[in-house]
């Protein structure tokens, strides 16, 4: 790999970037004060917590110094909660829906760069929201519509660029860049937190309405700076070259060949670059000769296994629980009983630490192991995490030792799933599909994340309302069935070029079960 191949990468993944600063900003955002009375999830009658998150009115606190505003939830907080998050999630069901069309239309690169400019749009509407849960929602939508977009294209532009040898090394970049917006949107906005939640100038100011606004600026700052990430991708994105197997299909074979030799950086006569001009010549000229590709085509008798198996790999990334850990991780924590400061800023960005680290051995382990490897291995993983979670989390009542052990079981369940289930699944559904209909199988396995992802953001807050942490023990038996499902449908497509995937998978030729 040479450093035009790994910048061209690195660039690409930053849509990953978008998407985990989304995610991340939620989690503090929902515990904002400000935002909370609002949007009407809570209200406060000027009531106080110490320290340590009890009333100090109580008689038997001896802690009287006061720290936080009381909140108290109404009877609509999970509903507007679940609503708010989940509609950048439907976005994003929208968005991949569009994908295949645009990226096909314009190309991946330059649907990309429309999509970050999107994503700017919908944070600064998310910023500048009416006291109406709704405008808000529309705003993540419309940052959904960019994400969804690009979380089928990100992938798939970079496997159509990457050298075969570490195509999935780079694909899983994409994965790297989520987690490490989640990192950023996490840092940056437990910061405001703790200069605008712990010991507020209001604290002591008389309320007269449960329900009067508070000082938004927290919130909408945090919400605003989305922008910031999305111009400057597409700035980035604009000096980037197009897909050369997207540039032959268009029969622009001339321009392909060009970026093929910058891309590795020798001339258009080298060896290596006929050769895979050739390979992808070959195999646009299959596909002009089916004539154009529909959807119904994912159906067909040769494509439909590998749009069962990606439907079935991104249905399961999900139900293995991660986004009701990364959306609404504080309020898990604070169930466990950690204090508010333990809860909102130590613990979540230990966890987003964590699950940025864990990223790189699942980039090593995908082309050492293999992707179904990683599945395997992964599902086991986070299912045993899930129980112990779970297990540790009913006995915190006896003591600290207990609180830190679940917390521990949610850190290992995170460094589970990024260094296996994080990655693979983008990787393999940017790799199985035939180039003919490669951006609609991608759309499918992206349309299936986002669907499964909206169900959980959505029923997640209710979910653990009612279950608290037996919640863990559904996610756990997904993990079973995701293991299941890698065992038995999932086929192995390490070191190969994509033009032998497709003939691996249309059974012709020998691959790796």
């Given at each position: 790999m040479n450093s035009f191949?790994?910048?061209?990468?690195?660039?690409?993944?930053?849509?990953?970037?978008?998407?985990?600063?989304?995610?991340?900003?939620?989690?503090?955002?929902?515990?904002?004060?400000?935002?909370?009375?609002?949007?009407?999830?809570?209200?406060?009658?000027?009531?106080?917590?110490?320290?340590?998150?009890?009333?100090?009115?109580?008689?038997?606190?001896?802690?009287?110094?006061?720290?936080?505003?009381?909140?108290?939830?109404?009877?609509?907080?999970?509903?507007?909660e679940g609503f708010i998050t989940s509609s950048f999630v439907l976005g994003a069901l929208c968005g991949a829906l569009l994908a295949s069309y645009l990226g096909e239309k314009y190309g991946r690169q330059k649907t990309i760069m429309i999509g970050a400019c999107i994503f700017a749009i919908?944070?600064?509407?998310?910023?500048?929201?009416?006291?109406?849960?709704?405008?808000?929602?529309?705003?993540?939508?419309?940052?959904?519509?960019?994400?969804?977009?690009?979380?089928?294209?990100?992938?798939?532009?970079?496997?159509?660029?990457?050298?075969?040898?570490i195509r999935g090394t780079l694909a899983s970049c994409y994965q790297l860049m989520i987690t490490l917006g989640i990192v950023i949107a996490a840092i940056i906005n437990a910061i405001v937190w703790y200069f605008t939640n712990i010991k507020p100038d209001d604290l002591n100011t008389p309320r007269t309405k449960i329900d009067a606004e508070i000082s938004n600026f927290e919130w909408r700052f945090a919400l605003c700076l989305q922008a910031i990430p999305g111009i400057a991708l597409a700035i980035l994105m604009s000096f980037l070259p197009k897909s050369p197997r997207w540039l032959c299909s268009k029969g622009r074979d001339e321009e392909a060949v060009q970026i093929l030799a910058k891309l590795n950086a020798t001339s258009v006569d080298d060896e290596l670059v006929q050769s895979e001009l050739k390979a992808?010549?070959?195999?646009?000229?299959?596909?002009?000769?089916?004539?154009?590709?529909?959807?119904?085509?994912?159906?067909?008798?040769?494509?439909?296994?590998?749009?069962?198996?990606v439907f079935f790999i991104q249905l399961f990334q999900q139900w293995t629980g991660v986004n009701v850990i990364m959306y609404y991780q504080s309020q898990i924590y604070n169930e466990m009983g950690f204090t508010k400061f333990l809860s909102t800023i130590v613990l979540p960005v230990v966890n987003n630490l964590v699950n940025f680290i864990s990223t790189f051995p699942g980039m090593w382990?995908?082309?050492?192991?293999?992707?179904?490897?990683?599945?395997?291995?992964?599902?086991?993983?986070?299912?045993?995490?899930?129980?112990?979670?779970?297990?540790?989390?009913?006995?915190?009542?006896?003591?600290?030792?207990?609180?830190?052990?679940?917390?521990?079981?949610?850190?290992?369940?995170?460094?589970?799933?990024?260094?296996?289930?994080?990655?693979?699944?983008?990787?393999?559904?940017?790799?199985?599909?035939?180039?003919?209909?490669?951006?609609?199988?991608?759309?499918?396995?992206?349309?299936?994340?986002?669907?499964?992802?909206?169900?959980?953001?959505?029923?997640?807050?209710?979910?653990?309302?009612?279950?608290?942490?037996?919640?863990?023990?559904?996610?756990?038996?997904?993990?079973?069935?995701?293991?299941?499902?890698?065992?038995?449908?999932?086929?192995?497509?390490?070191?190969?070029?994509?033009?032998?995937?497709?003939?691996?998978?249309?059974?012709?030729?020998a691959g790796k079960a």
């Open positions: 191949q790994f910048l061209v990468a690195v660039t690409a993944s930053c849509g990953g970037l978008l998407f985990g600063y989304e995610v991340g900003v939620m989690n503090v955002v929902l515990v904002m004060d400000a935002f909370r009375i609002f949007f009407d999830l809570c209200t406060w009658d000027g009531s106080k917590l110490n320290a340590d998150g009890i009333n100090i009115e109580d008689k038997s606190v001896k802690d009287k110094v006061p720290f936080y505003r009381n909140l108290k939830p109404t009877d609509s907080k999970s509903f507007i919908g944070g600064i509407l998310q910023g500048s929201s009416i006291r109406n849960y709704i405008m808000i929602a529309v705003g993540r939508l419309i940052t959904g519509l960019s994400v969804g977009c690009n979380s089928v294209l990100c992938p798939t532009y970079i496997s159509e660029v990457a050298p075969a040898k992808i010549q070959e195999d646009v000229a299959a596909t002009v000769a089916a004539g154009s590709s529909s959807v119904a085509e994912l159906f067909s008798s040769v494509i439909r296994r590998r749009t069962f198996v382990g995908i082309e050492k192991f293999g992707r179904k490897t990683l599945l395997i291995v992964g599902a086991i993983m986070m299912m045993i995490f899930h129980i112990l979670t779970w297990a540790f989390s009913t006995q915190t009542s006896k003591g600290e030792f207990w609180k830190y052990l679940s917390v521990i079981s949610v850190f290992l369940y995170v460094f589970a799933f990024a260094s296996t289930w994080g990655p693979t699944p983008w990787v393999y559904q940017s790799e199985i599909f035939p180039l003919r209909v490669r951006v609609k199988g991608s759309a499918v396995g992206t349309m299936s994340n986002f669907f499964n992802n909206w169900i959980i953001a959505f029923v997640g807050p209710a979910l653990m309302k009612m279950w608290g942490t037996r919640s863990f023990l559904l996610f756990a038996t997904c993990c079973l069935l995701a293991f299941l499902f890698a065992s038995f449908f999932c086929v192995e497509s390490k070191g190969l070029n994509l033009e032998e995937v497709d003939a691996m998978m249309s059974g012709k030729a």
